[in-house]
């Protein structure tokens, strides 16, 4: 059967909008051309920061024919019933139609027989429509005409059977053409068909398909890793993005400055993540990061990338420079203080639920309640609730947000190894994790928050950094008693004082992520054998948010 093949050459797209717009450019065209009788089966997409587009390998020539009766209205219908069936129907009066009688009276009937159009045709028609409703999350307008796509549209390449088909919309070109290479090769490539285009496009530097990128990277790095003795830290997250900045992804292996490695691993590698879009390499003996980075370019480099490794090095320098002052700052104070308290009462939790602090104070009440049931120390699970949020008002969190939790940890073990352990205290000093505890539940808020030199200890750094998970679906569930008593607390004083402030999640809107929480809480419950009854556990902890006009 013929091929059709459509290629959206433009400006750069956004990473992130890439494999997006490969699935809503299959569907609209799934829709549109089977509304007008098309059918097929293999459909290939694909896209580049410069192209979108896709193949149909088995479209028939025309659209099948159409030999249909359609019921109309009864006869003696209002007016604007029968001209409504005459337009569905393509009828031009009334006598146009059919009478036919059955059981409930008479009706009128429309014999429609309509040869199947031309396949190129409907193309034409359907194509301009697709390309002006596309659902960009964020799309603009450029030169003089209305037409809004996400970055500057600059061809529309469409072959059927190996012709070209022009495609008219708001003075956008149109040819069976495409360009290589932005500097390696920029010349037009004439296009007659998909596998042709493949071939002339890799031969001008680009990889047009999504996988087969993402293969290059993936082997490139381990490859280079090996090679030297080391091992490429994973992040398939920054995989998919550099997937969709490379048409010719080419591997760079830099140095960093290896004094940088006293700094927590988590934020040296989200700052070449986030900013620099580098993979961190470690040391596959130790399993701590090596002063090494590895990069894709979209170019060869005629230095075999030298220059822009050192230039690398120097850009991600300064971002760590910034980072080791931020993390030093907060290290002179305990993770714990009035100041940071003080700040927290400061932060909007909700305008209905009260501040950061307010939120902690009902985790640690709940979270006590909850140690009947988890098995978790009372002690340990109450110093943890105190520490939890404390992070997020410290100088390195509010430069990377996505380490709350995980520098709350580092602060409390850094206080740790500085801190001398307690007179007479022993190895257990910070008390087990899976001793019974005295109720305290209703005792005076005078913890002891300092690290105090124990076993216990591990357990509270572990939970200030692991009560926000499970993140996602494919994120691990906290295991150690401590946490996850705190991780349930935290899941579970979100759902329930947001649904009594009736701040619940709909069929479009979750703007809470309030179905997240739920799930996690539930994973965590199941993987941790945690049976809890809900309607008598929830009353205690939430009396201070009834005395405030909260309804419970």
């Given at each position: ?13 956004p ?11 299959d569907?609209?065209?799934y829709?549109?051309?089977?509304a ?10 694909f896209?580049?920061?410069r ?8 479209l ?6 159409v ?23 393509g009828l ?10 059955d ?11 309509r040869?199947g ?37 600059h ?18 070109g ?6 290589g ?19 002339d496009l ?8 999504r ?6 990277i ?55 993540r986030?900013?620099?879009?580098y993979f961190?390499?470690?040391?596959p003996?130790?399993k ?20 822009i ?11 760590l420079?910034?980072a ?30 009260g ?12 979270a006590a309640?909850?140690?009947a ?8 699970v109450?110093?943890?609730?105190d520490?939890?949020?404390m ?19 580092e602060l ?7 801190s ?5 205290a ?32 591990q ?39 947001f ?6 999640p ?21 993987q ?14 939430y009396?201070?948010a ?7």
């Amino acid at each position: 059967m013929p091929e059709l093949f459509i290629e959206l050459f433009s400006e750069e797209i956004p990473a992130r909008m890439q494999k997006r717009a490969e699935e809503d450019l299959d569907k609209l065209i799934y829709e549109k051309l089977g509304a007008r009788g098309l059918k097929w089966t293999v459909s290939t997409t694909f896209s580049s920061p410069r192209r979108l587009g896709l193949c149909i390998a088995d479209l028939p020539a025309k659209a099948t024919d159409v030999n249909e009766e359609r019921k109309g209205p009864r006869v003696g219908a209002p007016d604007a019933a029968v001209q409504g069936f005459l337009k569905s129907a393509g009828l031009k009066a009334i006598s146009e139609a059919q009478v036919v009688e059955d059981k409930k009276g008479a009706f009128y009937v429309a014999r429609i027989e309509r040869a199947g159009e031309a396949t190129a045709a409907i193309v034409q028609q359907v194509l301009p429509e697709i390309i002006r409703q596309f659902p960009w999350p964020k799309s603009m307008r450029s030169g003089d005409g209305d037409l809004q796509w996400v970055r500057p549209l600059h061809n529309v390449c469409c072959v059927f059977d190996g012709r070209e088909v022009k495609i008219a919309v708001d003075g956008v070109g149109s040819e069976a053409a495409t360009w290589g290479h932005r500097f390696h090769t920029p010349a037009k490539i004439a296009v007659t068909s998909f596998e042709q285009w493949d071939r002339d496009l890799r031969a001008a530097k680009v990889i047009p398909f999504r996988g087969n990128r993402r293969d290059y990277i993936v082997d490139a790095a381990k490859k280079a890793c090996a090679e030297r003795g080391l091992e490429w830290v994973e992040d398939q997250g920054l995989v998919e993005e550099v997937v969709g900045l490379c048409e010719w992804p080419r591997i760079i292996f830099g140095d960093m400055d290896a004094a940088f490695l006293d700094l927590p691993a988590e934020v040296i590698r989200l700052s070449m993540r986030t900013h620099q879009k580098y993979f961190a390499v470690r040391d596959p003996k130790t399993k701590k990061l090596a002063p090494h980075f590895i990069a894709f370019a979209n170019i060869e480099a005629k230095d075999g990338g030298k220059a822009i490794a050192a230039g690398n090095r120097r850009v991600l320098s300064a971002r760590l420079n910034d980072a080791r002052f931020f993390w030093e700052t907060d290290k002179k104070t305990p993770l714990f203080t009035e100041e940071r308290k003080e700040k927290l009462k400061k932060i909007v939790f909700h305008q209905k639920l009260g501040s950061v602090w307010d939120k902690v104070t009902r985790v640690r009440a709940l979270a006590a309640e909850l140690c009947a049931v988890t098995g978790a120390d009372l002690t340990l699970v109450e110093r943890a609730a105190d520490l939890c949020k404390m992070d997020l008002v410290t100088e390195t969190v509010g430069e990377f947000p996505e380490l709350q939790g995980q520098i709350g940890r580092e602060l409390y073990l850094a206080e740790l190894n500085t801190s001398p352990p307690p007179r007479g205290a022993g190895a257990g000093g910070g008390g087990r994790a899976n001793a019974p505890a005295p109720d305290r539940r209703n005792a005076p808020h005078s913890p002891t928050l300092a690290p105090q030199g124990g076993e216990g200890d591990q357990s509270v750094a572990i939970a200030i950094e692991d009560h926000y998970r499970p993140l996602g679906p494919n994120d691990r569930v906290p295991t150690d008693k401590v946490a996850v008593t705190l991780a349930l607390a935290d899941k579970l004083d979100t759902l329930v004082t947001f649904f009594m402030i009736d701040e619940r999640p709909t069929g479009s809107s979750d703007p809470y992520a309030l179905r997240r929480m739920a799930l996690g809480f539930v994973r965590i419950a199941i993987q941790q054998n945690v049976r809890l009854p809900l309607r008598v556990r929830l009353r205690s902890p939430y009396a201070q948010a009834s005395a405030q006009g909260i309804r419970v």
